[in-house]
Structures are given as structure tokens and as C-alpha cells.
């Protein structure tokens, strides 16, 4: 079972995370990995980068016939302007 909260993340909303890349050219951040993986057998690793995103995605992976299984961890995540360009 995933014990997730939203004290996992520096930011509750996508609006929080894109005040934050007005503000700053850099910034770290705390935010969730979620690994799928699907009855086909293929794994995919995605970043949700807050607590708002990470509860819809995984609504959504609970509600997915084709979800065999996932985890998620906390992971220390980073913004950086010049590598978007």
C-alpha cells in the first residue's frame, strides 16, 4: 500500500509549481515517482510533480483493467530553465 501524502510535495497544485518557475530560473523540489506496470509486461516511470497530479493519475491507474500493478516513491526533483529551451 502506498502511505503518499500531500507532505511528499512541495507543491499542492500545478499553479503553485508554475508560480515557482516565474519566480526562479533553478529550483529543487520534492515530488513522487509512480512505476506502472501494465499486464503486457511493460514498466513505465513517470514523475508527478504534485500532489494535485499525483491523486488524478493514480484514480486513474486504480481505475485501468490493463494496471497490473504500481509504486510510488518520494524523490528530491529539479527545475532548471535552460534545460526546457
Given at each position: 500500500m502506498n502511505t503518499i501524502t500531500n507532505k511528499d510535495f512541495t507543491f499542492q497544485t500545478?499553479?503553485?509549481y508554475?508560480?515557482?518557475m516565474v519566480k526562479f530560473n533553478e529550483f529543487d523540489f520534492n515530488c513522487v515517482r509512480i512505476k506502472t506496470t501494465y499486464k503486457d509486461?511493460?514498466?513505465i516511470s513517470v514523475p508527478s510533480?504534485?500532489?494535485e497530479d499525483?491523486?488524478?493519475y493514480i484514480d486513474r491507474l486504480e481505475e485501468n483493467s490493463n494496471v497490473k500493478s504500481y509504486e510510488v516513491y518520494p524523490v528530491k526533483h529539479w527545475f532548471e530553465r535552460e534545460f526546457y529551451l
Open positions: 500545478f499553479r503553485e508554475c508560480q515557482e509486461g511493460s514498466i510533480k504534485t500532489f499525483y491523486k488524478k
